[in-house]
């Protein structure tokens, strides 16, 4: 019952001990992002690696610096990992992902709303 949440939560926890200490702030550490080298412009994503090793480290405003949306993505995906747990440990239902295409569509607007505004004057705060 309670195997897919410990192996996701193990997952979560492995991934960000490797972010912990392969250190993304140097160049080149993970790669290169494609959108950013072809287009200049960073993308949504950009700087997450570096905001959850912040994190890690537990400098919450340097991880808002560095990406914004990455840190609020770790909070709703802690509490959702949070609501799966306590509802399988009480016996309840609880499949983890069951958004409906709604909820997917104002997500994905989020997300490319987020990229458009961090490439424009008043939203350069959020470029890493």
């Known amino acids: 019952m ?3 949440p410990a192996v996701a939560a193990a997952g979560g926890a492995l991934a960000l001990a490797l972010v912990h200490v392969r250190d993304p702030h140097v160049d080149g550490a993970y790669g290169f992002c494609p959108f950013l080298v072809l287009t200049g412009l960073p993308c949504p994503g950009c700087g997450g690696l570096r905001a959850a090793n912040l994190l890690t480290r ?4 340097g991880a808002v610096s560095s990406n914004l949306f990455a840190v609020v ?4 995906a802690a509490v959702a990992w949070s609501v799966w747990f306590l509802r399988r440990l009480r016996g309840r239902p609880a499949p983890f992902l069951t958004w409906s295409a709604r909820t997917v569509t104002i997500a994905g607007l989020l997300v490319v709303a987020f990229g458009v505004v961090r490439v424009t004057p008043w939203g350069a705060w959020l470029a890493p």
């Open 2 to 4: 309670l195997r897919a």
């Open 58 to 61: 537990g400098d919450v405003a």
């Open 73 to 76: 993505l770790v909070a709703v």
